[in-house]
């Protein structure tokens, strides 16, 4: 017999019960990260719109907007500034409307110091 | 009036055909008139043979002859009726397609038309031949004729050697025939075929059977049989497509009647193995055939090979009722016989439509390879119909012709237990399975000879400017409608047949095909049974269905008219369709080994694939019958050749050496 | 009475939602999808393939791949959308009988990664109306199966009520 066969009744069925139950190994899956309010800076905040190599970031005034859809899940912003982001655990992040997808972030004013 | 009586008026009609042929000069209506006469010869013959199937066997006739040729001697028997009916359809078929696809009547054509109906004379002669010494006569005839109607275009060298092939195979079967009635003749002492039939339990059983072996191997040559068959690919493609049409149609039957002869009139009873070696011959047969008839671009070529494959399956069927025969069963020994022969009247019919219709494509379009042609349902909307047609009925699919004697063939075949010998049921299931893949492969084959040429996009300026104006019409349309009644009108034709076979066997066959209400019921009363009449009806009401669930649901709005799918190409150009070749690839590519293709690839130069520039891709699949047989055979006879040349140096002297050597070996005979 | 404009583009966007929802929910048991790649890495491609894979295994809700576009009923577009491949994509979109829904999946697809340019264009909805996104890059196959499900009004959306932004008021 081959064994694949065999090793498949040991395992037993692996298939997952989503969308009707919660999937544990979801957690660890890469995704967009999320922001602290009020954690970066306008400057940077700047330094990591210009890091994004999928342009996701852009700040309008004291606004980070941030492109879910865009996010490529890379890291290198979490890499530049880890005690600002932080990982989401979601992944069903499908949408009808594209604008839902773009998000804002508080940035610190000018001046602020970060709590 | 008799049978034998319309046969004759059959021939001499189509005597006066061919001398009004020879003598019309460029007259076209005396051309026209040639043809009328080969049509009234031709349904004189069916006549003739419906005749002979309903009043049975008549008895010889012998209106003279010679002492040197010895006497003529007819006979109308119910077997030879058979082919006679197929002989007269054929004919008139022929006739009807003649006058228009000879557009201009020169010395050529008038030649070929007096031996074309001088072909059918011979043709009838040898149906109706009731001695040895006709028969053989005729046979000979009909075959040098035959090589003249292939000779019709002779200025290229393909011609010339498909009519050498011809001829040379043709040539070789008539020894063994020869030889295998000799043997017969001598041990029975006489030269008539009712006596010898009569008298057949007087060979001694080691003659008879190899008198059988020499007349399958000879007859063989003619009907088609692997490895005997190398003529008909060479040969079909060469001659014009009504002269291709009147070989596969009606000569390659008459190597089937020969075998016929032998199998069940002259020498029915004989050893178990005869039967199994004949099955087994067909069955090889109808695969190879069909195989090799996927791998072919020529139209004609195709169908040669297509045909190749149904005499196949005639022979399987008539190799299983000599096996039936052998072990008593009597029964299916006759059902087996019906079929063989209700297949030969389909194919006969079918086939010669197919090479009608190829000869209608090859005029309109200037070109016989598949890959060139596309879209003529369209451009030919008839000759669409009518090719789709034959085409039904050859791939053996309900409702037609085709369906219906094979599918007998089949049932007879599933009884293969009744012989209660395990090894023989065993290889008659085998030969049954042999069939079936060929039934498939052919569905396959015939697919792709229809759809490439007749659907889709025509693949070269030719195809796409054909037409049907002035094209022949009439004989192949008489061709599909005879389809038509062969399957529908089932009933009848197997009332005819089974006439036929009651007078030729002995065994009545008619109570169990038909009892009561006209339903088939093949052979024995626990297999199933099916009525191509009702199957007809009700495929053509259980159409009505969906045509109404279509009416009640189909949207209320609108639909919209989109281009087909294409794939997506921005510019789909005919050529990126299926080609001949590559629809049969799968097969090509499953049966490698029989074909061992043989590949060359050029390239323009070494760059990498798609910069190299053009790209020349030959294959193809290695000829091994004639490469592994003829040719070791041909060169035999040339190296013996060249061995006794010396004998014939020129040299007077030893000439009448010769002479002196032979007189004193005569002398001292004579003495000693 | 008179309804001002933003009164009036709300009932637009209203009734739309409607009717997208009940083409979608024809499609709930039974979906039949045709892939698109309009120039991607096919690492969207590859996560694709994993939804026929016994894990994930795609026919247990009911849907299914199929290669001919007017088998389909959603058209799952992944890639940049290249421009030397609009004209394909077009032609498969009309070749979807009605009603279709179009799924564009993938960061390259809903406009990152790659800008507008000579070669692209950057984002699927520059050529083809895309009526459902999945982020990702590439998503993940149970990203996949949420968004299809989403396609289907089988579950809700849960990325608009998403902040992306933790401590503080979003």
């Given at each position: ?33 999320a ?18 190599p ?62 | ?5 319309l ?32 049509i ?31 006497t ?11 082919f ?115 008298r ?40 014009p ?29 004989g ?5 199994i ?82 000869g ?22 008839r000759?669409g ?153 009700f495929?053509?009401a ?131 | ?52 894979a ?25 890639g940049?959308?290249?421009r ?12 979807m ?46 990203a ?27």
């Amino acid at each position: 017999m081959p064994q694949w066969f065999v090793r498949g009744l040991r395992r037993g069925v692996v298939t997952t019960r989503y969308p009707a139950r919660p999937e544990p190994s979801a957690r660890d899956l890469p995704g967009p990260p999320a922001f602290r309010a009020g954690a970066l800076s306008q400057r940077s905040a700047d330094a990591l719109v210009e890091i994004c190599p999928s342009r996701a970031l852009m700040r309008t005034g004291n606004v980070l907007v941030f492109d879910v859809g865009a996010c490529t899940a890379c890291g290198q912003c979490r890499d530049h500034a880890p005690e600002a982001l932080m990982p989401t655990g979601e992944f069903e992040l499908a949408t009808t409307s594209r604008r839902a997808l773009i998000k804002r972030i508080p940035l610190l004013a000018d001046g602020e110091v970060s709590t | 009036m008799t049978a034998l009586a319309l046969f004759g008026a059959a021939a001499a009609a189509w005597a006066a055909a061919a001398i009004v042929a020879w003598l019309s000069g460029t007259v076209r209506a005396a051309m026209r008139c040639s043809c009328a006469l080969s049509i009234l010869g031709g349904g004189l013959a069916f006549a003739g043979g419906i005749a002979a199937l309903l009043r049975g066997d008549s008895r010889v006739v012998s209106p003279g002859g010679s002492a040197v040729v010895g006497t003529l001697q007819l006979q109308a028997t119910s077997l030879a009726a058979v082919f006679a009916v197929l002989l007269g359809i054929v004919a008139v078929a022929i006739g009807l397609y003649l006058p228009r696809s000879r557009k201009e009547t020169s010395a050529q054509t008038n030649l070929y038309l007096g031996a074309y109906n001088l072909a059918l004379i011979a043709s009838i002669a040898v149906l109706a031949a009731g001695g040895v010494t006709t028969f053989l006569v005729a046979w000979e005839s009909m075959a040098l004729l035959c090589y003249l109607l292939i000779l019709h275009r002779p200025r290229s060298s393909e011609v010339a050697s498909g009519a050498f092939w011809f001829l040379a195979l043709s040539e070789t079967g008539f020894v063994l025939i020869v030889a295998a009635f000799v043997i017969l003749a001598a041990k029975t002492g006489s030269l008539s075929l009712d006596v010898i039939a009569a008298r057949a339990h007087l060979v001694p059983a080691d003659w008879r059977d190899t008198a059988y072996l020499l007349a399958l191997v000879g007859f063989g040559f003619k009907a088609g049989l692997v490895p005997l068959h190398v003529w008909l690919p060479a040969a079909h493609p060469v001659a014009p497509a009504d002269g291709s049409a009147f070989l596969s149609g009606l000569i390659v039957k008459l190597g089937v009647y020969g075998i016929a002869l032998f199998a069940f009139r002259l020498l029915p009873e004989g050893p178990a193995w005869r039967g199994i070696v004949t099955m087994g011959l067909g069955a090889l047969t109808a695969a190879i055939g069909i195989l090799y008839a996927m791998a072919e671009r020529d139209i004609k070529r195709f169908l040669a090979f297509s045909t190749i494959e149904n005499i196949g399956i005639i022979i399987t069927a008539f190799g299983a009722a000599m096996t039936f025969l052998a072990y008593g069963q009597r029964a299916l020994w006759a059902f087996l016989l019906l079929a063989g022969l209700y297949h030969v009247l389909n194919h006969g019919c079918y086939k010669t439509l197919l090479f009608l219709e190829a000869g209608v494509t090859e005029h309109a379009t200037g070109t016989r390879d598949m890959d060139r042609l596309g879209g003529l349902a369209r451009a030919m909307p008839r000759a669409g119909v009518i090719a789709f047609v034959g085409t039904l009925g050859i791939a053996a699919l309900p409702p037609l012709n085709g369906f219906v004697s094979e599918w007998l063939i089949f049932q007879g075949l599933f009884q293969g237990f009744r012989t209660h010998s395990d090894l023989v049921a065993i290889l008659i299931v085998v030969a049954a399975a042999t069939l079936g893949l060929t039934g498939g492969l052919a569905i396959y084959a015939f697919v792709r000879g229809f759809g490439i040429p007749y659907l889709g996009m025509p693949r070269t300026r030719q195809a796409a400017s054909a037409t049907e104006a002035d094209q022949p019409v009439y004989g192949p349309a008489l061709l599909a409608i005879a389809c038509v009644v062969l399957a529908v009108g089932a009933p009848v034709v197997l009332v005819g047949l089974a006439t036929a076979i009651r007078t030729a066997t002995g065994v009545a066959l008619r109570p169990i095909l038909l009892p009561g209400k006209l339903t088939v019921i093949p052979a024995h009363t626990n297999f199933s049974g099916f009525s191509p009449t009702y199957l007809t009806v009700f495929l053509l009401a259980v159409l009505v269905v969906p045509v109404l669930i279509y009416l009640a649901g189909r949207p209320r709005a609108g639909s919209t008219v989109v281009p087909v799918w294409d794939g997506g190409m921005l510019a789909f150009r005919p050529r990126m369709q299926y080609s001949a070749m590559t629809f049969s690839a799968p097969t090509r590519v499953t049966f490698d080994a029989l074909y061992r293709p043989s590949v060359s690839v050029e390239r323009a130069s070494d760059d990498p694939a798609g910069r190299s520039g053009p790209v020349h891709y030959e294959s193809q699949a290695t000829p091994v019958f004639e490469r592994y047989l003829y040719r070791p055979v041909v060169a035999g006879v040339e190296w013996l050749a060249d061995f006794v040349r010396p004998l014939q140096s020129g040299d007077v002297n030893l000439y009448l050496l010769y002479v002196f050597v032979a007189v004193l070996a005569a002398y001292l005979i004579v003495a000693l | 009475m008179t309804t001002s404009p933003a009164d009036l583009t709300d009932a637009i966007a209203e009734t739309g939602e409607e009717l997208r929802r009940r083409v979608a929910s024809q499609f709930r048991r039974s979906l039949h999808i045709r892939t698109l790649d309009t120039g991607s890495c096919a690492a969207c491609e590859q996560e694709i393939r994993l939804l026929a894979a016994p894990h994930y295994d795609l026919h247990r809700l009911g849907f299914f791949f199929t290669p001919a576009p007017r088998h389909a009923d959603l058209l799952l577009v992944t890639g940049p959308m290249l421009r030397a491949f609009a004209a394909a994509a077009r032609k498969t979109y009309d070749a979807m009988p009605a009603p279709k829904i179009v799924v564009a999946t993938g960061a390259c697809a809903l406009g990152g990664v790659y800008q507008p340019d000579a070669f692209c264009f950057g984002s699927a909805d520059e050529v083809l109306p895309v009526d459902v996104w999945i982020p990702g890059c590439p998503p993940s196959p149970l990203a996949l199966l949420h968004g299809l499900l989403v396609a289907v009004d089988r579950l809700a959306e849960k990325v608009p009520s998403l902040s992306f932004t933790v401590g503080g008021t979003a």
